[in-house]
């Protein structure tokens, strides 16, 4: 599990700080490099360099064997497919070739699993990165694929789990079966090598909507007792009319529950109890025009930032089609203030006809990052609702596409592993 450490960082007579050669690797911290820094009282938060290549989404596959009432697939337009092999082979050529990534993920808007040659595809990015991540619906997490992942050297398994009985979870999950999945899951936790921590950790993701959220502690539960060591929480992205009324952020988007500013009172609690005493004040100070800490931390999620930019990540579509992340992927309908938006895919580059580390170097790509980073878009998650705001092509403070006020993920309310 990810823990934070210390590192010692020092000031020269010019009062210039300098850190260690390995640090200065990790961040991404070059002759001329300039990094993006917050001051926050008397702590400094630097952030690493957005133009240094740490994170490679792959996208296997963008089919799958189930029909989830969630998945984007509803209001796609485009051909699917499988990833070639010379694909994914020009792909980790790029891996390599760039020598600064340390994870690489298999996930998408497909099931992994699907794809035949998964297990060996796994295999070569443990080779060229650290750390090798999956998602998976975990239907297809037989017995001799969970071998076959291990062996190849897995670090972390991600499973959705979007319901904690049979019946709330098949409401979401069209064409699964809960109790197999668990099964899977547990025959898998049971195949990895005895150790204090062992490997492929197991993580469970969740996506929160109206119909499934009371489910939340059972399946923290649940996760418990599988062994999982990490779980995450996304609310859905509604795709269709339908899922509309599914969204539990509607209010947090209207308000300043998440977006606090300077002006806001401050709150500072210590840590204590969680139960039935003192929930209710919290909930009352977390429903508030309060910026609460716990213990000097914030609780305010932070907003305007993009989680894939921050992290120096891109992704690669099952066709070699090169994004930014993973929301421009691919073109779709989605619903932000119950309007239909359509944000239309923003593909940079394709491995097949350039390799990776030049797409990444490109000056328009290494451009739209600082535009990211700097997050001068017009507050569409937060506005009534114009024309402007029904695509991603556009907005009011003058940009042009892709204009990034509208995503979900650079407010918080939408995450991925």
């Known amino acids: 599990m990810d823990t934070p450490e210390q590192v010692e960082i020092t000031v020269d007579d010019d009062g210039r700080l300098v850190v260690s050669p390995e640090i200065a690797g990790r961040l991404g911290l070059t002759p001329g490099a300039t990094l993006h820094a917050e001051l926050d009282g008397g702590t400094l938060h630097i952030r690493q360099s957005i133009h240094r290549l740490a994170k490679v989404y792959i996208e296997p596959t963008s089919l799958c064997n189930l029909a989830c009432r969630t998945c984007i697939r509803n209001v796609w337009d485009e051909p699917m497919g499988r990833m070639e092999s010379t694909t994914f082979e020009r792909v980790i050529e790029g891996v390599a070739a760039a020598s600064s990534v340390e994870t690489v993920f298999f996930g998408g808007f497909g099931e992994p699993l699907f794809h035949p040659d998964i297990t060996g595809m796994v295999r070569a990015a443990k080779q060229q990165a650290a750390t090798v991540e999956l998602i998976t619906n975990g239907t297809l997490l037989t017995e001799k694929r ?85 779980f995450m929480v996304s609310n859905v992205l509604p795709h269709t009319p339908e899922m509309r009324d599914e969204v539990l952020y509607a209010h947090a988007m209207s308000n300043d529950t998440f977006f606090p500013s300077r002006y806001q009172p401050e709150l500072l ?63 779709n309908h989605s619903y932000l ?68 006020g509208g995503c979900l993920w650079a407010q918080g309310f939408v995450q991925c592993p």
């Open 337 to 404: 203030n119950g309007l239909d938006r359509y944000s239309r895919r923003y593909i940079v580059g394709n491995v097949n006809e350039r390799p990776l580390p030049e797409i990444w170097q490109d000056p328009a790509y290494t451009a739209f990052r600082a535009r990211v980073q700097a997050f001068d878009f017009a507050p569409c998650t937060l506005c009534d609702g114009c024309a402007l705001s029904e695509t991603n092509e556009a907005d009011c403070y003058g940009n042009g596409f892709p204009t990034c």
């Open 269 to 331: 609690m210590p840590k204590m109890d969680a139960d039935r005493l003192s929930s209710p004040p919290l909930y009352e100070a977390l429903c508030g025009a309060w910026n609460l800490s716990f213990a000097g931390t914030r609780s305010r999620l932070d907003s305007d930032r993009c989680p894939f930019i921050d992290a120096g990540s891109l992704a690669v579509g099952w066709d070699g089609s090169v994004s930014p992340c993973l929301p421009l992927l691919h073109s």
């Open 146 to 230: 969970s071998r076959e992942l291990i062996a190849a050297g897995l670090d972390r398994l991600w499973v959705s789990l979007d319901g904690a009985t049979p019946e709330s979870y098949t409401d979401v999950r069209l064409g699964a079966a809960l109790p197999k999945v668990l099964e899977n899951i547990e025959r898998f936790r049971s195949l990895r090598p005895a150790s204090q921590f062992p490997t492929p950790e197991i993580g469970i993701v969740f996506v929160a909507m109206a119909r499934n959220y009371h489910d939340l502690p059972a399946l923290l539960r649940l996760a418990r007792r599988l062994g999982a060591t990490r």
